[in-house]
């Protein structure tokens, strides 16, 4: 039942190579293997969000993909966002709109928005609440991040 | 920057620091970075992992449970049923003395010998991966005994069948109320409206779900828990006396915490069980609740049918209300809050905002096999508010009267305080007109319902609904500790003077994302004298701040903010001791601001705070012979003068229906709310819209739907609906301050304000929309179903 496969992919900016059951998932494989805990865990059948990280350039949701299905590709998580700075802008307008409570939706949330933002262009806030609406967040009422990313795309 | 008290003197004109402003808070950084710590974020050697077997029946006799085949599968550590983790966590009931006659059967933490709910724990597997745990459990080999399922509430308060034959009959717990009167008022009475309501069955969905890391050190008879909850001494308390560990062997951390809203406030069998699995085993373990089993397992809430009657006279005046609440809580009640307490908050709230005399209310609790419900954010609240504006509008309505102008007419005067309500609740000050007419300008009432009336001739079906509220904060110990619950209603906080100037604030109330940490920090800057970058707190951990009650019932601001300022405030006093020694000067003409000892007057800068921390830690040598600093003090703050601090607040929400599809689509909400003081405008704006969007949920998505046999038949995130940002409307938020004078800082709570009076004012605004289709609607939530099917459509 259980087949290991050996993978390498490229995470952050790192190759890594690792033997892991074909049946993991890609955020179980960064959280639990390279212990990269910032992308979280939610649902497990990929509606809220949470677990979204960027594959190839896409974001996806890393409990609907496999980490095998990883094997060869660039994956990017808020970590490596983060560290690299391409992030900095949302953060810094999510830090001062509050546009985060728990926390706990607010790396696959920030994921999620920066893959509006490097669309370029302007966006209306229908077409901001469009974007994250497969990002769920109990906490926030969703206005305080729209007021974020909208501050973020359209004084740019 | 500094803090004078009290905040509220009036016509005071000094600097109250920070309060006030809109800073933003610093633990949000680590979040935003990716960079929090929830427990399944831990890693531990030899952390073991468990998973649970469920009872797939809502009940049944377990009859055998083989684990041959499960206990041999590769990683598999243990595997444990009820009766061998009840040798080492003893049962618990959930009944408070206050509660008079509320009565509940023993609860195991696993299962022992009949499940009463579809997704109670019936068996533990522990590996060296959770993977392997779920895996092994697959295989354990189950033999059941089906046995008569209870899940209609009606048919529970019968007692055809009866869940608990000890106990007789499944009335868990039953009150009345009557002031008198009330027959004669409806006598007499021009005007008698009647409505029933039905409440749906919802959760919490926290992002995070529930999650426990025990580790258990048998050297030492420790046991120190890393754990997703709201209050981690209440839980020190609990661990301790059912693990019969000594107390203070017991130490509780609470990371960063997902999300909580009340469902992380409860004693979860599945996690005293873990615990007690770390103690068997002698090592940490760890569960962390997936989504399937959030749905089965975290407490669910609101399922209520309700009775309401109005009698008014014609000239709009309310003379009575009548109520006859009926709402049913799974097969347990819920250790160690009760779930007496929800039904009872309906009874003591409804009506709340208003000037009749007359009140009789009857109420019971019943037992049914479903998932246990308890007390989730805004406990009664939603289902008093939302009955109670309903049945407003209905009499607004049969009188002919505007439902703001009835309102109006009806609500406590805002000179009448103090004020006792009917069900006797004891009102401090409250200001329901200016928050109506508030509300009515922000809105532009009048303009709104041109506008309303200008598109239904186009066939555009708009309604506006109105909610007014009052809202239980700032418990006093009159809620959980008289009714003999170990449930701390004081709160403490510690302060402490660095050698570098910094101030540590350590305090008992939790944070969970509400931005505790973040107003502690300013009370402390504002009331020490130093900025806001120089103060870190540190809150969570049983083992470091002082003893207290957690996040619960809108108190953190309340009454852990008090602690802070009392603390700040006497910390000031002993640095300006310890500087006046130094100095040579007289305290008197000392002060601290902007992280120095400044002369009173001039403000002239004497000495830094670094300057004095250095001394008083490492050359007291320099100091007189009878001169002792304190740079570490300690306050604690417990409000006892009412039962409770209520505030009031009124929302309105603005809705378009298509009458077609049934679908509501929410255009506005507004929310005026008078939380007494208010200590960071960004953080109770932030505060009121998710627990409106909560509320909105409530009304328009949420249901635990069960089938007769007691199945959950939408489980899942899927079926589930919760709000999405697609669908919610901006939140528009407006502040009175009538701070309460109970405490030096004035502050009431806002947490829960949000979530009580939303589904009343989304349910006001859609049958305001219905009302010209000669439609009602009356069951939450209100699905396009529901609404077609009021419209005779379906």
Known sequence: MERDLEITLTVNGSEVTRRVAARVHLVDFLREELGLTGSHVGCEHGVCGACTVRVDGDIVRGCLMLAVQANGRKVETIEGLTDSRELAALQKAFYERNALQCGFCTPGMLMAAQDLVRKGGKASREEIRAHISGNYCRCTGYQAIVDAIEKVMNER | ?794
């Open chain 2, 1 to 794: 920057m500094r803090a004078e008290l009290p905040l509220h003197a009036p016509g005071t004109q000094l600097d109250r620091g920070y309060i006030g402003q809109s800073t933003p808070r610093a633990n949000a950084q680590r979040l935003l970075q990716g960079r929090g710590a929830y427990v399944d974020d831990l890693r531990f050697p030899r952390l073991a992992h468990v998973a649970f077997l469920r009872s797939p029946y809502a009940h049944a006799r377990i009859k055998k449970l083989d684990f041959a085949k499960a206990a041999k599968q590769k990683g598999v550590i243990a595997v444990f049923d009820g009766p061998t983790v009840a040798e080492y966590c003893t049962p618990w009931v959930a009944v408070l003395s206050h509660l008079k006659g509320i009565k509940s059967p023993p609860q195991h933490a696993i299962a022992v010998g009949r499940a009463c709910w579809q997704g109670e724990a019936v068996a533990a597997v522990v590996a060296e991966s959770r993977t392997q745990a779920e895996d092994a459990a697959q295989l354990i080999e189950a033999q059941w005994e089906e046995l008569p399922v209870v899940t209609d509430m009606e048919a529970a308060l019968r007692g055809d069948v009866v869940i608990h034959e000890d106990l007789k009959d499944n009335v868990c717990f039953s009150r009345s109320l009557d002031t008198g009167g009330v027959d004669d008022a409806f006598a007499k009475a021009d005007v008698v409206v009647e409505e029933t309501y039905h409440f749906g069955r919802h959760t919490g969905v926290c992002l995070e779900g529930r999650s426990i890391l025990a580790d258990y050190n048998a050297a030492e008879h420790s046991l120190t828990v890393y754990h997703s909850t709201q209050a981690p001494h209440m839980m020190q308390d609990i661990f301790a006396r059912h693990l019969n560990i000594p107390e203070a062997n017991v130490r509780v951390i609470c990371k960063d915490v997902g999300g909580s809203f009340g469902i992380k406030v409860h004693v979860y069998p599945d996690e005293m069980a873990t615990a007690a699995i770390s103690v068997i085993l002698r090592r940490p373990v760890k569960f962390a609740a997936d989504r399937l089993e959030s749905f089965l397992s975290d407490i669910h809430a609101r399922e209520h049918r309700v009775k309401v009657r109005l009698a008014a006279r014609k000239t709009g005046e309310i003379l009575a209300f009548d109520l006859d609440d009926l709402t049913a809580i799974g097969p347990y009640s819920v250790y160690p809050r009760t779930s007496g307490i929800e039904g009872n908050q309906v009874v003591n709230l409804t009506g709340g905002p208003y000037k009749h005399q007359q009140y009789r209310a009857k109420m019971n609790v019943v037992f049914t096999n479903k998932n246990v419900t308890c007390q989730y954010r805004a406990v009664g609240h939603p289902i008093a508010v939302a009955l109670t504006e309903a049945i407003v509008d209905r009499a607004a309505q049969e009188l002919k009267m505007d439902p703001a102008e009835f309102r109006r007419k009806n609500l406590i005067p805002d000179d009448a305080y103090p004020y006792t309500f009917p069900s006797g609740l004891k009102f401090e000050k409250l200001s329901h007109h200016a928050a109506l007419d508030l509300l009515l300008k922000k809105m532009e009432y009048p303009a709104l319902r041109a506008e309303q009336s200008r598109l239904r001739k186009d066939g555009i079906y708009r309604g506006i609904g109105l909610a007014a509220m009052i809202e239980v904060t700032n418990p006093s110990p009159a809620f959980y500790g008289v009714g003999g619950a170990r449930i701390s209603a004081q709160d403490g906080a510690t302060l402490r003077l660095e050698p570098s100037g910094m101030v540590t604030v350590m305090c008992s109330v939790t944070e969970q994302g509400q931005g505790t940490e973040g107003i502690f920090a300013q009370i402390a800057a504002s009331a020490v004298g130093v900025t806001v970058d120089k103060v870190k707190v540190i809150t969570g951990d049983t083992g470091i701040t002082p003893y207290g009650g957690g996040t619960w019932a809108s108190r953190g601001a309340g009454i852990g903010g008090e602690a802070v300022l009392l603390a700040g405030r006497a910390l000031r006093a002993n640095i300006l001791d310890l500087a006046a020694r130094i100095l040579s000067l007289d305290k008197g003409e000392l002060d601290i601001l902007n992280n120095e000892v400044v002369n009173r007057l001039t403000l002239e800068s004497k000495l830094p705070l670094s300057e004095v921390g250095r001394v008083g830690y490492f050359r007291p040598d320099t100091l007189p012979m009878d001169f002792q600093s304190e740079l570490t003090v300690t306050r604690h703050y417990t409000p006892r003068q009412y039962g409770f601090t209520f505030t009031n607040g009124i929302q309105a929400s603005y809705v378009e229906l298509d009458p077609d599809t049934g679908m509501v689509k929410l255009l506005k909400h507004w929310c005026v709310e008078d939380a007494g003081t208010i200590i960071n405008p960004l953080l109770v704006d932030e505060q009121i819209r998710g627990g409106v969007v909560q509320g909105i949920g409530a009304a328009l998505f949420e249901e635990c739907v069960y089938g007769p046999d007691g199945q959950l038949l939408n489980g899942n995130m899927a079926d589930y609906l919760v709000p999405m940002a697609g669908e919610m409307p901006d939140i528009f938020c407006f502040h009175l301050e009538t701070p309460t004078k109970q405490s030096q800082l004035g502050a009431k709570g806002v947490g829960e304000a949000g979530t009580a009076g939303a589904p009343g004012a989304v349910m006001n605004a859609i049958n305001d929309a219905l009302a010209p289709l000669g439609a009602r609607v009356t069951a939450m939530p209100f699905t396009p179903e529901r609404i077609l099917s009021a419209l005779k459509k379906v």
